[in-house]
């Protein structure tokens, strides 16, 4: 079994930053990809970036890219997603989540085994 916990969500100014983490334990992940994703009130939960744990090879939701960066530390066993110049537009509960055996890191939620809790991430305008 695979545990994911998130943190470092909260309340944000349009144009700024917060960097959020997600630890994970139960087992060796050296096969996984990692995933963050979002799901804002009324829409469905959609795919923000991910993370090959072996690779560190990633891709990025195509409003993300430049401002979000995903990475991994192996020995921490942690996958953090910094987001900068952070817009009203990016205010949702943000979820990791991992993808077992994984030979491509895809972006659909039903492909993803293991969750977080989520993290609320406000960005005001």
């Known amino acids: 079994q695979v545990q994911l916990v998130e943190s470092g969500g909260g309340l944000v100014q349009a144009g700024g930053s917060l960097r959020l983490s997600c630890v994970a334990s139960?087992?060796?992940?050296?096969?996984?990809?990692m995933g963050w994703f979002r799901q804002a009130p009324g829409a469905e939960r959609e795919f923000v970036a991910g993370i090959r744990w072996s690779s560190a090879n990633t891709a990025y939701k195509d409003s993300v890219k430049g401002r979000f960066t995903i990475s991994r530390d192996n020995a921490k066993n942690t996958v953090y997603l910094q987001m900068n110049s952070l817009k009203p537009e990016d205010t949702a509960v943000y979820y990791c989540a991992a993808d077992r055996y994984a030979a491509n890191i895809r972006s659909k939620p039903r492909e993803y085994d293991y969750w977080g809790q989520g993290t609320q991430v406000t960005v005001s305008s």
């Open positions: 139960g087992r060796t992940f050296s096969t996984y990809v």
